[in-house]
């Protein structure tokens, strides 16, 4: 059964980094195809990031000069960084695998979310 | 990218009446590769279809995705008190992967 589990700080100050690393378990770490996902209070869900195996990865353009993504496979981990908050960046932060990547029954996983509030 | 539509925005029913939620891709999604979310306040997404009609584990025989290429739908035969909930469809056959704005389904 394929886990995930984001963990990170839940207060941000402004203009501050945010950073949340997502420890994934029961998956593979050699074809992987893993996803940050944002929703802010009381609105829908929006995607951040994509990270792919070969390296290649998706940025969504509204935030792609802000972010940062580090994958440790040793660890089964990967990481968003996230420059230069605001109080528009407070949202539930969810990471998300999909599993078996490259099967036509592939299907996403996803952790419980951590909420990130950005204020002083 | 490709942007997904949902509608209606809310739908208003009562319980035992049957659901229908549409999803529209502004481009084909490759290989019907649409999953359909469930979420309740303060919880996270609940995975309900894959692959556009493949039910997942544990959901009940009343969900049901059908739909192919640009028109996706998702139906609930019939409305149960805990499927009072707002739902979300994904695509992931093209990447990136884009979420709809999300249809609610609230009690009339």
Same mark, same amino acid.
Not at chain 2, 49 to 52: L, M, P, S, T, V
Not at chain 2, 58 to 62: E, F, K, L, Q
């Given at each position: 059964q394929v886990q995930l589990q984001e963990s990170g700080p839940g207060l941000v100050r402004p203009s501050a980094t945010l950073s949340l690393t997502c420890t994934v378990s029961g998956g593979s770490i050699s074809t992987f195809y893993w996803s940050w996902i944002r929703q802010p209070p009381g609105k829908g869900l929006e995607w951040i990031a994509y990270v792919y195996y070969s390296g290649t990865t998706d940025y969504n353009p509204s935030l792609r000069s802000r972010i940062t993504t580090v994958v440790d496979t040793s660890k089964s981990q990967f990481s968003l960084k996230l420059s230069s908050v605001t109080a528009a960046d407070t949202a539930v932060y969810y990471c998300a695998s999909l599993e078996p990547y490259g099967d036509p029954t592939m299907r996403w996983y996803w952790g419980p979310g951590i909420l990130v509030t950005v204020s002083s | 990218e490709i942007v997904l539509t949902q509608s209606p925005g809310t739908l208003s029913l009562s319980p035992g009446e049957r659901a229908a939620l549409s999803c529209r891709a502004s481009q084909s999604v490759s290989r019907n590769y649409l999953t359909w979310y469930q979420q309740k306040p303060g919880q996270a997404p609940r995975l309900l &279809?894959?692959?556009?009609s493949s039910r997942a584990t544990? &959901?009940?025989?009343?969900f049901s995705g059908s739909g192919s290429g640009t028109d996706f739908t998702l139906t609930i035969s019939r409305l149960e008190p805990e499927d009072f909930a707002v739902y979300y469809c994904q695509q992931y056959g093209s990447s990136p992967g884009t979420f709809g704005q999300g249809t609610k389904v609230e009690i009339k």
């Open positions: - | &279809i894959y692959g556009a544990g &959901i009940p025989d009343r």
